[in-house]
Protein backbone atom coordinates (compact mmCIF):
# COMPACT_ATOMS: atom_id res chain seq x y z
CA UNK A 1 0.00 0.00 0.00
CA UNK A 2 3.01 2.57 1.05
CA UNK A 3 4.74 1.57 -2.19
CA UNK A 4 1.52 2.44 -4.20
CA UNK A 5 1.21 5.72 -2.26
CA UNK A 6 4.82 6.56 -3.66
CA UNK A 7 3.95 5.35 -6.85
CA UNK A 8 1.18 7.72 -7.29
CA UNK A 9 2.26 10.43 -5.62
CA UNK A 10 5.94 10.32 -7.95
CA UNK A 11 3.44 10.40 -10.92
CA UNK A 12 1.72 13.48 -9.63
CA UNK A 13 4.67 15.49 -9.66
CA UNK A 14 5.26 18.50 -11.97
CA UNK A 15 7.05 17.61 -14.72
CA UNK A 16 11.17 18.41 -14.66
CA UNK A 17 13.59 18.94 -17.15
CA UNK A 18 16.61 19.18 -14.75
CA UNK A 19 17.12 15.77 -13.30
CA UNK A 20 20.04 16.37 -10.76
CA UNK A 21 16.85 17.46 -8.44
CA UNK A 22 14.43 14.98 -8.52
CA UNK A 23 14.68 14.12 -4.92
CA UNK A 24 13.25 18.04 -4.09
CA UNK A 25 9.26 17.90 -3.80
CA UNK A 26 7.50 20.25 -6.52
CA UNK A 27 7.55 23.41 -3.93
CA UNK A 28 11.74 23.39 -3.55
CA UNK A 29 11.75 22.33 -7.26
CA UNK A 30 9.64 25.48 -7.82
CA UNK A 31 11.58 27.46 -5.72
CA UNK A 32 14.98 26.34 -7.16
CA UNK A 33 14.30 26.83 -10.56
CA UNK A 34 13.20 30.69 -9.70
CA UNK A 35 16.68 31.31 -8.66
CA UNK A 36 18.15 29.45 -11.56
CA UNK A 37 16.18 31.13 -14.42
CA UNK A 38 17.36 34.17 -12.35
CA UNK A 39 20.93 33.80 -13.78
CA UNK A 40 19.29 34.08 -16.97
CA UNK A 41 17.96 37.22 -15.98
CA UNK A 42 21.12 38.74 -14.24
CA UNK A 43 23.54 37.50 -17.32
CA UNK A 44 21.11 39.16 -19.59
CA UNK A 45 21.06 42.40 -17.90
CA UNK A 46 24.95 41.92 -17.57
CA UNK A 47 24.87 41.85 -21.18
CA UNK A 48 22.53 44.78 -21.83
CA UNK A 49 19.99 42.73 -23.70
CA UNK A 50 18.16 44.25 -20.80
CA UNK A 51 17.73 47.68 -19.37
CA UNK A 52 17.57 46.99 -16.31
CA UNK A 53 16.25 43.70 -13.73
CA UNK A 54 14.06 45.11 -10.63
CA UNK A 55 14.84 48.63 -11.10
CA UNK A 56 18.88 48.31 -11.26
CA UNK A 57 19.69 49.99 -14.61
CA UNK A 58 22.39 47.57 -16.55
CA UNK A 59 25.86 48.05 -15.23
CA UNK A 60 28.32 50.38 -17.45
CA UNK A 61 31.42 48.60 -18.77
CA UNK A 62 33.33 50.02 -15.65
CA UNK A 63 31.11 48.42 -12.98
CA UNK A 64 31.18 45.09 -14.93
CA UNK A 65 33.37 41.58 -12.81
CA UNK A 66 35.40 40.80 -15.40
CA UNK A 67 36.97 37.91 -14.07
CA UNK A 68 35.42 34.60 -14.49
CA UNK A 69 33.05 33.11 -16.96
CA UNK A 70 29.47 34.89 -18.38
CA UNK A 71 27.42 33.31 -15.20
CA UNK A 72 29.58 34.31 -12.57
CA UNK A 73 30.42 37.51 -14.00
CA UNK A 74 27.18 38.46 -13.84
CA UNK A 75 26.49 36.89 -10.76
CA UNK A 76 29.48 38.97 -8.85
CA UNK A 77 28.05 42.03 -11.14
CA UNK A 78 24.42 41.70 -9.46
CA UNK A 79 25.92 40.99 -5.81
CA UNK A 80 28.40 43.98 -6.06
CA UNK A 81 26.03 46.40 -6.86
CA UNK A 82 25.07 48.54 -4.16
CA UNK A 83 21.94 47.03 -3.06
CA UNK A 84 19.43 48.63 -0.10
CA UNK A 85 16.66 45.69 -0.47
CA UNK A 86 17.06 44.36 2.92
CA UNK A 87 17.52 47.17 4.60
CA UNK A 88 14.84 49.18 2.53
CA UNK A 89 12.32 45.93 2.92
CA UNK A 90 13.34 45.80 6.58
CA UNK A 91 13.09 49.48 7.57
CA UNK A 92 16.04 49.37 8.95
CA UNK A 93 20.07 51.81 8.70
CA UNK A 94 22.54 49.49 7.75
CA UNK A 95 24.68 49.75 10.79
CA UNK A 96 21.69 48.71 12.79
CA UNK A 97 23.18 44.85 13.75
CA UNK A 98 27.07 46.42 14.32
CA UNK A 99 28.78 43.86 16.80
CA UNK A 100 25.77 41.17 16.22
CA UNK A 101 25.12 37.92 15.08
CA UNK A 102 22.21 37.91 12.45
CA UNK A 103 20.43 35.11 11.09
CA UNK A 104 18.25 35.49 7.93
CA UNK A 105 15.62 32.88 7.55
CA UNK A 106 14.80 31.58 3.81
CA UNK A 107 18.15 34.11 2.73
CA UNK A 108 18.07 32.91 -1.15
CA UNK A 109 21.36 32.70 -2.81
CA UNK A 110 21.79 36.53 -3.18
CA UNK A 111 23.62 38.08 0.27
CA UNK A 112 21.32 40.61 0.41
CA UNK A 113 22.18 40.66 4.08
CA UNK A 114 25.51 41.74 3.67
CA UNK A 115 24.50 45.66 3.12
CA UNK A 116 24.35 45.17 7.28
CA UNK A 117 27.65 46.63 8.51
CA UNK A 118 30.00 44.94 10.94
CA UNK A 119 28.36 42.37 12.24
CA UNK A 120 28.35 38.05 11.60
CA UNK A 121 25.86 36.66 9.27
CA UNK A 122 24.36 33.26 9.18
CA UNK A 123 22.14 32.83 6.08
CA UNK A 124 20.07 29.31 6.42
CA UNK A 125 17.88 28.00 3.66
CA UNK A 126 16.72 24.76 2.50
CA UNK A 127 18.02 24.75 -0.68
CA UNK A 128 21.84 26.38 -0.10
CA UNK A 129 23.35 23.14 -1.57
CA UNK A 130 21.44 23.39 -4.69
CA UNK A 131 21.87 26.89 -5.28
CA UNK A 132 25.61 26.19 -5.21
CA UNK A 133 25.19 23.06 -7.57
CA UNK A 134 23.09 25.43 -9.71
CA UNK A 135 26.11 27.98 -9.75
CA UNK A 136 26.07 30.59 -7.26
CA UNK A 137 29.19 30.99 -5.40
CA UNK A 138 27.90 31.09 -2.12
CA UNK A 139 31.23 30.44 -0.22
CA UNK A 140 33.17 33.06 -2.01
CA UNK A 141 30.55 36.22 -1.16
CA UNK A 142 32.32 37.25 2.45
CA UNK A 143 34.09 35.77 5.22
CA UNK A 144 31.24 37.37 7.65
CA UNK A 145 28.64 35.55 5.53
CA UNK A 146 28.08 31.74 6.55
CA UNK A 147 25.43 29.39 5.15
CA UNK A 148 23.61 26.71 6.49
CA UNK A 149 21.54 24.43 4.60
CA UNK A 150 18.56 23.72 6.27
CA UNK A 151 14.79 24.08 7.26
CA UNK A 152 13.34 26.75 9.02
CA UNK A 153 11.54 24.00 10.95
CA UNK A 154 14.88 22.64 12.24
CA UNK A 155 17.60 24.92 13.01
CA UNK A 156 20.91 23.37 13.55
CA UNK A 157 21.93 25.99 15.61
CA UNK A 158 21.84 26.30 19.70
CA UNK A 159 19.26 27.68 22.09
CA UNK A 160 19.55 31.24 22.82
CA UNK A 161 22.58 31.73 20.28
CA UNK A 162 21.78 34.78 17.98
CA UNK A 163 21.33 38.18 18.56
CA UNK A 164 18.90 38.66 15.84
CA UNK A 165 16.71 37.13 12.89
CA UNK A 166 15.61 38.51 9.75
CA UNK A 167 13.84 37.38 7.37
CA UNK A 168 12.59 39.21 4.05
CA UNK A 169 9.54 37.66 1.71
CA UNK A 170 10.86 34.23 2.87
CA UNK A 171 8.46 33.21 6.08
CA UNK A 172 5.93 32.95 4.27
CA UNK A 173 7.59 30.17 2.34
CA UNK A 174 8.17 27.78 5.13
CA UNK A 175 6.35 24.70 4.86
CA UNK A 176 5.36 24.86 8.69
CA UNK A 177 5.04 28.62 9.77
CA UNK A 178 4.52 27.64 13.73
CA UNK A 179 7.15 25.05 13.76
CA UNK A 180 9.17 27.72 12.23
CA UNK A 181 7.99 30.40 14.28
CA UNK A 182 8.93 28.23 17.50
CA UNK A 183 12.49 27.66 16.10
CA UNK A 184 13.18 31.30 15.35
CA UNK A 185 12.05 32.01 19.28
CA UNK A 186 14.34 29.11 20.45
CA UNK A 187 17.48 30.36 18.65
CA UNK A 188 17.15 33.85 19.56
CA UNK A 189 18.80 35.22 22.89
CA UNK A 190 16.92 37.30 25.35
CA UNK A 191 15.97 40.61 24.61
CA UNK A 192 16.83 39.70 20.89
CA UNK A 193 16.06 41.55 18.12
CA UNK A 194 13.44 40.32 14.94
CA UNK A 195 12.77 42.02 11.83
CA UNK A 196 10.86 40.48 9.14
CA UNK A 197 9.23 41.25 6.14
CA UNK A 198 5.94 39.18 5.61
CA UNK A 199 3.84 38.95 2.52
CA UNK A 200 0.12 38.19 3.07
CA UNK A 201 -1.21 36.52 0.10
CA UNK A 202 -3.26 33.53 -1.14
CA UNK A 203 -1.45 29.87 -0.71
CA UNK A 204 0.59 28.85 -3.86
CA UNK A 205 2.94 26.32 -4.32
CA UNK A 206 5.93 27.94 -3.07
CA UNK A 207 3.89 30.22 -0.55
CA UNK A 208 1.88 27.95 0.91
CA UNK A 209 0.47 29.78 4.19
CA UNK A 210 -2.39 32.19 4.15
CA UNK A 211 -1.09 34.61 6.93
CA UNK A 212 -2.52 37.77 8.75
CA UNK A 213 -1.99 39.37 11.65
CA UNK A 214 -3.47 37.25 14.20
CA UNK A 215 -1.57 34.16 12.85
CA UNK A 216 1.56 35.75 12.96
CA UNK A 217 0.74 37.06 16.64
CA UNK A 218 -0.14 33.96 18.34
CA UNK A 219 3.01 32.28 16.30
CA UNK A 220 5.51 34.32 17.78
CA UNK A 221 3.75 35.41 21.04
CA UNK A 222 6.28 35.35 23.46
CA UNK A 223 8.43 38.17 21.40
CA UNK A 224 5.76 40.75 21.97
CA UNK A 225 5.82 41.58 18.18
CA UNK A 226 4.70 45.07 16.34
CA UNK A 227 3.53 45.64 13.02
CA UNK A 228 5.27 48.41 12.07
CA UNK A 229 4.50 48.65 8.94
CA UNK A 230 2.13 47.49 6.21
CA UNK A 231 1.47 48.54 2.48
CA UNK A 232 -0.24 47.21 -0.53
CA UNK A 233 1.95 44.74 -2.69
CA UNK A 234 1.37 42.81 -6.44
CA UNK A 235 -2.32 41.70 -7.38
CA UNK A 236 -4.26 42.29 -3.68
CA UNK A 237 -1.67 41.21 -1.81
CA UNK A 238 -0.11 43.01 1.02
CA UNK A 239 3.54 43.00 2.23
CA UNK A 240 4.00 43.75 6.69
CA UNK A 241 6.92 44.53 7.99
CA UNK A 242 7.31 43.43 12.13
CA UNK A 243 9.99 43.97 14.70
CA UNK A 244 10.29 43.17 18.68
C1 LIG B 1 11.35 34.47 -2.29
S1 LIG B 1 12.82 33.67 -1.73
C2 LIG B 1 13.50 35.01 -0.77
C3 LIG B 1 15.00 34.94 -0.68
C4 LIG B 1 15.66 36.15 -0.01
N1 LIG B 1 15.16 36.36 1.33
C5 LIG B 1 15.50 37.40 -0.84
O1 LIG B 1 14.75 38.30 -0.44
O2 LIG B 1 16.12 37.47 -1.92
C6 LIG B 1 12.23 32.53 -0.46
C7 LIG B 1 13.31 31.61 0.07
O3 LIG B 1 12.76 30.84 1.15
C8 LIG B 1 13.35 29.57 1.09
N2 LIG B 1 12.55 28.58 1.86
C9 LIG B 1 11.37 28.03 1.52
N3 LIG B 1 10.97 27.15 2.46
C10 LIG B 1 11.93 27.13 3.40
C11 LIG B 1 12.10 26.42 4.63
N4 LIG B 1 11.18 25.54 5.06
N5 LIG B 1 13.22 26.65 5.35
C12 LIG B 1 14.15 27.54 4.92
N6 LIG B 1 14.04 28.25 3.78
C13 LIG B 1 12.94 28.05 3.03
C14 LIG B 1 13.41 29.26 -0.39
O4 LIG B 1 14.31 28.21 -0.66
C15 LIG B 1 13.84 30.61 -0.96
O5 LIG B 1 15.23 30.70 -1.06
Known amino acids: MLHLKRFVRRFRRLPRSDHRFDYLSDKQYAALKFWDKEIDNFIAWYNGEISEHYQSPAPSEAAKVKDYDQRLNAIWTWVRRDSSKYPNALRIRRDHFVGKTVLDIGCGPIPYLLAFEDCQLIGLDNLVNEYREVGYPLDEYSPRLKYVAAPGEQIPLPTSSVDAVISVNAIDHVDKFATTAREVIRVLKPDGIVRMQIHYH ?4 TE ?9 LQSFAPLGLNKIHEEPYTGNTVMTVWST
Do not use: I, S
Not at 208 to 216: E, G, I, Q, R, T
Open 202 to 205: NPTL
Open 208 to 216: PWKLDDAVV
